[in-house]
C-alpha cells in the first residue's frame, strides 16, 4: 500500500457531515496528509425523465452553485480548527457539479487521493432507488483504499 498523502471525503451537509470530516480528520492528521472536502452538485439532466425543466433552470442551476459553495466555504471553516490541531498538512474543500459518484472518483484521480472516507449513509428515500448508493459505487469504483463510516452504529465499542 502507498503511503497516505491526500485524503478524500465527500461531504452532502447532512447531520452526519461533521462527524465523517471530523473523522476524515483525525485519520488524515495520524498520516500527516492533507484532507480535501467535496461536495457534490447532482446534475439536474439525471432527473430529466422526471420533470419538465422550468424555463430559468440555468438561474436555479447557478444559484445552487452559488449556495453550495457558500455553504462548503462555511462547513470547511468549521472542521478547520479541529483538523488543523489533529496535525492534517492541509485542509482544501471543492465543490464540484454532476453525477456524484463518477465526481467523487475524478477528483479523488486528480489530487492523487491515496484514501476516500466517507459515510455509509445520505441520499435516502425516492433518490436512493433511484440513483443507489454513492458509497457503494465509489467502493467499487475507486483507485485508492475507501473507508466508509456508518453513522448510525454506535454499539462497536463505544462506550456510552
Do not use: W
Not at 28 to 53: I, R, T
Not at 55 to 81: H, Y
Not at 88 to 115: C, F, M, P, R, W
Amino acid at each position: 500500500m502507498q503511503e497516505v498523502k491526500t485524503v478524500v471525503t465527500p461531504v452532502d451537509f447532512s447531520d452526519n457531515a461533521k462527524m465523517i470530516a471530523d473523522s476524515a480528520g483525525y485519520m488524515a492528521g495520524k498520516f500527516g496528509a492533507e484532507l480535501h472536502l467535496v461536495f457534490v452538485l447532482q446534475n439536474f439532466e439525471d432527473y430529466s425523465g422526471f420533470f419538465v425543466p422550468p424555463v430559468n433552470l440555468p438561474n436555479l442551476e447557478k444559484e445552487l452553485l452559488e449556495s453550495a459553495q457558500q455553504k462548503m466555504e462555511e462547513f470547511a471553516e468549521s472542521c478547520r480548527e479541529k483538523a488543523l490541531a489533529a496535525g492534517i498538512a492541509g485542509l482544501h474543500s471543492k465543490v464540484l457539479t454532476g453525477d456524484v459518484a463518477e465526481e467523487i472518483l475524478q477528483y479523488a484521480k486528480e489530487v492523487h487521493g491515496n484514501l476516500i472516507i466517507m459515510g455509509t449513509h445520505g441520499y435516502k428515500g425516492l433518490e436512493r432507488i433511484m440513483f443507489g448508493s454513492v458509497a457503494d459505487k465509489v467502493v467499487k469504483g475507486a483507485c485508492c483504499p475507501v473507508m466508509t463510516i456508518n453513522p448510525y452504529r454506535k454499539d462497536c465499542g463505544e462506550k456510552e
